[in-house]
């Protein structure tokens, strides 16, 4: 008998604000830190009005150069913990230093995750210039970018490596933020980093690393049953307003159940033999509402999931770990 697993967004129950300021404020006031205001105004656009845990126990050891570790589960702003100090730093460094390979590199392993890492340093600079490459893309004008200067230069693994072929820092700065840091993780840093690097753990040994604002459910079914079922769950729990990703095994799975009855009038695929840039429009048009049931593999979905609020998740098949559907 197969199982549906469901992942259902739990909206916290609100509390009667309280006169005195919590713990977590005081300590990631940003008077408590180096921060520019140019770039606190620019923070305060994005909602953020002091730094979250992760980023206040992070910002010194990153704003100082250190090598770093530092663990946090999905949803807790790790990208801003690495991007305003390293902002901050290249900002004071800014006249002095001349325009040319990019000091600043951040490596993402898929696509998505990227250019959402690119977006998230735009917008909290404006004197900085910030890139996004990544494979699928013309070399051309990133070539252009590269001559012209870039201050900050995020992509994925093969076209970083194809762009900076003869990396000429001896000493550099090596940080690794992630939900998940198992072992070997450790073992591959000593290769890379410095030998007195910083450790930060927010989840110790929590046996879950994903967000706690999340209810997993499994419906039990036939297979035959299973695309009737998740049009149901779609249409008892996400109305006329909501928006589900589906996950499935395969492109053919997802190519097929997309195109299926119960769900077809508001659906699209997204898969690996979907081009680059219909991948991008298809993710434009979800986030945007035009449609309200996006059906993915789980590696071309990897990575961009927690960057959409109020959605529900659907698996159909055997569950997979909570970390591959980023939640």
């Not at 604000?17 to 940003?30: D, L, N, T, W, Y």
């Not at 900076?164 to 591959?188: G, K, M, Y």
Request: glycine share 8%; net charge positive; hydrophobic share 35%.
């Amino acid at each position: 008998m197969d199982f549906l697993i469901l992942n259902l967004t739990v909206t916290p129950v609100k509390l009667p604000v309280k006169k005195e300021i919590p713990v977590e404020q005081k300590e990631g006031a940003f008077s408590n830190f180096p921060i520019s205001e140019e770039t606190i105004k620019l923070l305060k656009g994005r909602g953020v009005t002091f730094l979250f845990p992760i980023q206040a126990k992070t910002f010194h050891h990153v704003y100082s150069g250190k090598d770093l570790i530092a663990q946090a589960r999905t949803g807790t702003g790790k990208t801003f913990s690495f991007a305003i100090p390293l902002i901050e730093k290249l900002l004071g460094e800014l006249q002095d230093r001349k325009r040319g390979r990019p000091p600043q590199v951040t490596v993402l392993n898929i696509r998505a995750l990227a250019n959402q890492v690119s977006k998230d340093f735009s917008d909290i600079t404006k004197k900085l210039s910030v890139a996004c490459f990544y494979g699928g893309t013309p070399y051309g004008a990133q070539f252009e970018r590269m001559r012209n200067g870039i201050d900050i230069l995020v992509g994925t693994p093969g076209r970083i490596k194809d762009h900076i072929q003869n990396d000429s820092e001896d000493n550099p700065q090596t940080l690794l933020f992630s939900a998940t840091c198992p072992h070997w993780v450790f073992n591959v840093a000593k290769k890379y980093m410095k030998s007195a690097y910083e450790q930060v753990d927010l989840i110790g040994k929590k046996t879950q690393k994903t967000a706690i604002t999340v209810e997993h459910l499994a419906i039990k079914c036939h297979w035959t049953q299973r695309s009737g079922v998740i049009g149901d769950v779609i249409r008892v729990y996400g109305g006329h307003q909501g928006r589900t990703i589906i996950f499935c095994e395969t492109k053919k799975e997802a190519q097929e159940l997309s195109q299926n009855s119960a769900i077809k009038q508001d659906a699209q695929s997204l898969h690996g033999d979907i081009p680059q840039k219909q991948r991008e429009i298809t993710l434009k048009g979800f986030r945007n509402g035009s449609f309200g049931v996006l059906v993915a593999t789980n590696v071309a979905a990897r990575g961009w999931v927690k960057d959409l609020d109020g959605i529900g998740v659907s698996k159909m098949d055997k569950c997979m770990s909570l970390e591959d559907m980023g939640v």
